[in-house]
T-cell receptor, first 109, second 112 residues
Framework: GQNIDQPTEMTATEGAIVQINCTYQTSGFNGLFWYQQHAGEAPTFLSYNVLDGLEEKGRFSSFLSRSKGYSYLLLKELQMKDSASYLCAVMDSNYQLIWGAGTKLIIKP | ETGVTQTPRHLVMGMTNKKSLKCEQHLGHNAMYWYKQSAKKPLELMFVYNFKEQTENNSVPSRFSPECPNSSHLFLHLHTLQPEDSALYLC???????????FGQGTRLTVV
């Protein structure tokens, strides 16, 4: 079966750095997405990785290792507004998105 | 504002009611999706429409009936739902089936 694993919840301090991991087993791979979802709001697109390596976009970076079936989202200089759920999703060989259950990130002052 | 608008934002309905959820996108996208999001569970893809044609139906019960009259509008018709159908229903669109999706804010559905 297809599976995406990510931690249920993480806590970090304002100004610090946090890494949210995602591991996957899917039938084929056509890219990995990270989305941010604030409570009661729509998920919003953060990043897309299809090749191995690190993609940096401001305070957020996303890393992919296809051989290990592994990705992480790195958030630097954390702000209170970064408190949200972070969803990992993999596009399989049929171009279907397989979603993780999301990681709820709590930022403390 | 993501360019995808869903109405209503909240809906409470009885098990014998019939209601419809509406989704509209102004992004010129060709693919539209319905997802179900339950607490602490992964997003569940329900239906996919590509160029107004349904290309995916993930074994969704017949009490959920989608309709896509044009590439900008998507409906989800609901009838005789069960309490376990209570969830957040999200609509999304993308330029094609293999690009990032843009989501609406969802309809919070409660079945009583």
């Amino acid at each position: 079966g297809q599976n995406i694993d990510q931690p249920t919840e993480m806590t970090a301090t304002e100004g610090a750095i946090v890494q949210i991991n995602c591991t996957y087993q899917t039938s084929g791979f056509n890219g990995l997405f990270w989305y941010q979802q604030h409570a009661g709001e729509a998920p919003t697109f953060l990043s897309y990785n299809v090749l191995d390596g690190l993609e940096e976009k401001g305070r957020f970076s996303s890393f992919l290792s296809r051989s290990k079936g592994y990705s992480y989202l790195l958030l630097k200089e954390l702000q209170m507004k970064d408190s949200a759920s972070y969803l990992c999703a993999v596009m399989d060989s049929n171009y279907q998105l397989i979603w993780g259950a999301g990681t709820k990130l709590i930022i403390k002052p | 504002e993501t360019g995808v608008t869903q109405t209503p934002r909240h809906l409470v309905m009885g098990m014998t009611n019939k209601k419809s959820l509406k989704c509209e996108q102004h992004l010129g996208h060709n693919a539209m999706y319905w997802y179900k999001q339950s607490a602490k569970k992964p997003l569940e893809l329900m239906f996919v429409y590509n160029f107004k044609e349904q290309t995916e139906n993930n074994s969704v019960p017949s009490r959920f009936s989608p309709e896509c009259p044009n590439s900008s509008h998507l409906f989800l018709h609901l009838h005789t739902l069960q309490p376990e159908d209570s969830a957040l229903y999200l609509c999304a669109s993308s330029s094609s089936e293999n690009t990032e999706a843009f989501f609406g804010q969802g309809t919070r559905l409660t079945v009583v």
